[in-house]
């Protein structure tokens, strides 16, 4: 089992630039969490995924934050423009229902110059 | 009042020691509750879920206070390797698919 794979690990980026996140969950899992994590806010969701629906995208900050899921093994976030703020780093995680508890990728770490 | 609250901490103890964190939920109608553990720089993991009649995985204990609306973490025999994060989980709507994580105690096992 490769887990849930995210890419890139690391992206600096300026501010205005697009940044596309990406994430691959674990095969067979039918729900996929986005969520960023602050120092200041903690863990926080974002959008959540269910069998490539989005069910949820209340958290989603603002406009400029998308996310897709044009297949079950392949979901992307996008920011455009993005924004010094957005500086966080970015957990992708995947789950079956009925099972306990996510798992997460290692994250992307987004630092907005 | 935050959904989930913990005490950031940190938690400074010695190795050995036994060390309890709680974390208080908001809504009673929370119906699942979760341990997860982060170390530095790194994706939060399971560590155990908690169960209404509490629950044991070798040296943790996790309890639930479905009254007093929180939850415990105990742990025994403080190891160095038992330094991270702990992350107070708390699942609404009787389903796995969306939770609320509180932000966390920082603990500390000192040589």
């Known amino acids: 089992d490769a887990g849930v794979i995210q890419s890139p690990r690391h992206e600096v980026t300026e501010m205005g630039q697009e940044v596309t996140l990406r994430c691959k969950p674990i095969?067979?899992?039918?729900?996929l969490f986005w969520y960023r994590q602050t120092m200041m806010r903690g863990l926080e969701l974002l959008i959540y995924f269910n069998n490539n629906v989005p069910i949820d995208d209340s958290g989603m900050p603002e406009d400029r934050f998308s996310a897709k899921m044009p297949n079950a093994s392949f979901s992307t976030l996008k920011i455009q423009p993005s924004e010094p703020r957005d500086s966080a780093v970015y957990f992708c995680?995947?789950?079956?229902?009925?099972?306990?508890?996510?798992?997460f990728g290692s994250g992307t770490r987004l630092t907005v110059v | 009042r935050k959904e989930v609250e913990q005490d950031p901490g940190p938690f400074n103890v010695p190795e050995g020691a036994t060390v309890a964190f709680n974390c208080t939920y908001s809504n009673s109608a929370s119906q699942s509750f979760f341990w997860y553990r982060q170390d530095c720089r790194k994706e939060p993991k399971l560590l155990m879920s908690v169960y209404s009649s509490g629950n044991e995985d070798g040296r943790f204990t996790a309890q639930l206070n479905r009254a007093s609306q929180y939850i415990s973490l105990l742990i025994r025999d403080s190891k160095l390797s038992d330094s991270a994060t702990y992350l107070c989980?708390?699942?609404?709507?009787?389903?796995?698919?969306?939770?609320?994580f509180g932000t966390g105690t920082k603990l500390q096992v000192i040589p």
């Open positions: 095969s067979g899992h039918d729900y």
């Open positions: 989980v708390v699942a609404y709507s009787g389903g796995y698919q969306k939770v609320t």
């Open positions: 995680a995947s789950s079956h229902l009925g099972s306990y508890g996510y798992t």
